[in-house]
């Protein structure tokens, strides 16, 4: 028969070992100078700033977003070249991401990409 004793130490030591690191996971999420809203701003600000200083949106890879710019980009007015979506810095093509599949039918995809 094992030594029951035993056994509950082990637990008993493997749960402490977790919950010390969920202190130490909380400990870190609340010294850190920036909140989630902070990250965000930081994010998104530098990208709109770009788009109201005339920056292309590409040059910003904004292309690289999950969602498809292009509504947005209309709805803002922003000018921009469809052709030059999936070209690099250099001119190079860098890809088309695949589409993403929603639901049950590869049909029904997050991207409505224009070509």
């Known amino acids: 028969m094992p ?9 008993v030591a493997a749960l402490h070992t977790v919950d010390e ?11 850190d100078p920036d909140s989630f809203g902070d990250k965000i701003f930081k994010s998104v ?7 109201v200083l005339g920056y ?7 292309q690289m977003h ?3 710019v292009e509504p947005l980009l209309d709805k803002m007015g922003v000018e921009y ?3 030059a979506k999936y070209l690099g810095r250099n001119g190079k093509y860098i890809g088309k991401p695949e589409s993403a599949v929603v639901n049950c039918c590869p049909t029904d995809t997050i991207y409505d990409i224009r070509e």
Not at 45 to 51: H, M, S
Not at 56 to 62: F, N, R, T, V, Y
Request: charged residues 25%; proline residues 8%.
């Open 3 to 11: 030594n029951m004793e035993s056994s509950a130490d082990r637990v």
């Open 21 to 31: 690191k969920v202190n130490a996971m909380r400990d870190q999420r609340l010294n």
């Open 45 to 51: 600000v530098p990208t709109l700033a770009g788009l």
């Open 56 to 62: 292309d949106p590409w040059a910003l890879g904004m």
């Open 66 to 68: 999950q969602v498809d």
């Open 81 to 83: 070249d469809p052709a």
